[in-house]
């Protein structure tokens, strides 16, 4: 739980470098991740917030067989489609792997080993998320 992103200060956040990190390589994912659009997120002292929009070209014919439309980039080469979990995966990696050249600290962890998810099912639940994320500096208590 230590605090190495930044500081609340009067209610607002302050990122420092390792902070400054993290959030470029929150928007550095979708250069590496085609099926993922970005949206709300926030950085805290010790952790993130962050919904993120997958999407992924499925069309079910049943519950039984369904078969999956691939996608094409500009060099006419398959998308891959990836998950929440490599997502965290990744954003957590290229963070640590940035953070600990400047700190001389190779393979440390960073982060904690797991996360927290949940599929956002209705506009009400997306919006009170939202506001969440959005007022989390605000509320938070050291």
């Known amino acids: ?37 970005l ?12 919904i993120m929009v ?6 079910v014919v049943d ?3 369904g078969f999956q439309t691939q996608l094409y980039n500009n060099d006419n080469k398959p998308v891959l489609k990836h998950g929440i979990s490599e997502f965290v995966r990744a954003l957590k990696t290229f963070s640590s792997r940035r ?5 001389n600290t190779p393979g440390k962890t960073n982060w904690q080993f797991d996360f927290w998810d949940e599929i956002i099912r209705t506009d009400e639940r997306y919006y009170e998320i ?3 994320i959005r007022n989390n500096p605000k509320n938070w208590r050291v």
């Not at 739980?1 to 928007?27: A, D, P, T």
């Not at 953070?99 to 700190?103: C, H, S, T, V």
């Open 1 to 37: 739980m230590e605090h190495i992103f930044g500081k609340i200060i009067n209610r607002e956040l302050i990122l420092n470098e390792y902070g400054k990190i993290v959030e470029e390589c929150w928007f550095d994912l979708p250069n590496h991740y085609k099926n993922l659009i």
């Open 39 to 50: 949206d709300e997120f926030i950085i805290m002292p010790n952790h993130m917030h962050m």
């Open 54 to 59: 997958i999407w992924n070209l499925v069309c």
């Open 63 to 65: 519950c039984r067989v």
């Open 99 to 103: 953070i600990n050249e400047i700190r």
């Open 130 to 132: 939202k506001q969440y």
